[in-house]
């Protein structure tokens, strides 16, 4: 197997410390019962209907056309949007145009196992649900024939990292000034049992998506994006086994979050709408000083010209 040598790469066949911890030794019950306290509170200090903080901006990488970065907590996701482009190896014309995402985890993302240098089935996967949940909000029939390239980069994973990389996709199409219907926005829910995790972290759903001793039992993580002003559901994942009841409330929760994201996105829209025309606007002061500055001297060499 070819070794990434640009970084250290340790033994194929070791065995991680973490194995040897009492925490790997604990039951489903034990773990399930560390997710929440007393008080009813996650161990964030969360309620169970209580989002992370979203922290986000435009204009992350230089290079792209468009960019994001989106931040909850410990969950920090980049995204690059690149200008539209032929669709490589088409033999036949398509009226509509297409989307291309990858996803990619840093090799230092994941909190349980080192991520490898080529791509895996997951990091396949969340490519695929990105370029579904897309799709529906991109105005694909204005670049017929051509493709818009969506490169998301996973620095840090602690849970919800698909809801994180469709908001970051969201935001980045927006700054590249590609045509959508609606800005689209994503949320995940995690649920075990009667208890439902808004917002889950890395171990909530790792707990969320193990088999429960109990059979029956609702477990698994629901994810879905919405087009909000439109009322529209672009997406919908699901992963575990849940009732229709069970499905049912979720969506109700889901969708209610998807609506609160939508102000700090507009908000973040706005200020980097403010932003480029008060830097335009400083950029024709400057040209206009160079330009003065320039017929000033062009007058002096002329005088001098004249006077020799």
Known sequence: MPLDYRRFNGPEDSIPYKRFTKDYLKTYDELYSDLVGENELRKDGRAMDESRSMFARTDMVSQAKGSSYVELKKTKVVCSVFDPREIPHQNEFSQLGQIF?????????????????????EEKALSVALRQALEPAVCRHLFPNYQIDVFVYILEHDGACLAAAINAAGLALADAAVPMYDIITACSIAIIGDRMFTDPTESEENIATMSPPTEGKNHGVITMSMLSELKQI?????????DVECVTKAMEVLEKECEK?????????????????????KLEEEAKEREAALDAKMAE????LNAG
């Open 101 to 121: 995402c990858e996803v990619k985890f840093a090799p230092f993302s994941c909190p349980r196992q080192r991520r490898p240098h080529a791509p895996d089935a």
């Open 301 to 304: 060499w002329k005088a001098l």
């Open 261 to 281: 994201i939508v102000p700090n996105m507009q908000r973040i829209l706005v200020l980097n709408v403010v932003h480029c025309f008060e830097r335009r606007k």
């Open 234 to 242: 672009s997406d919908f994942i699901q992963i575990g086994s849940m």
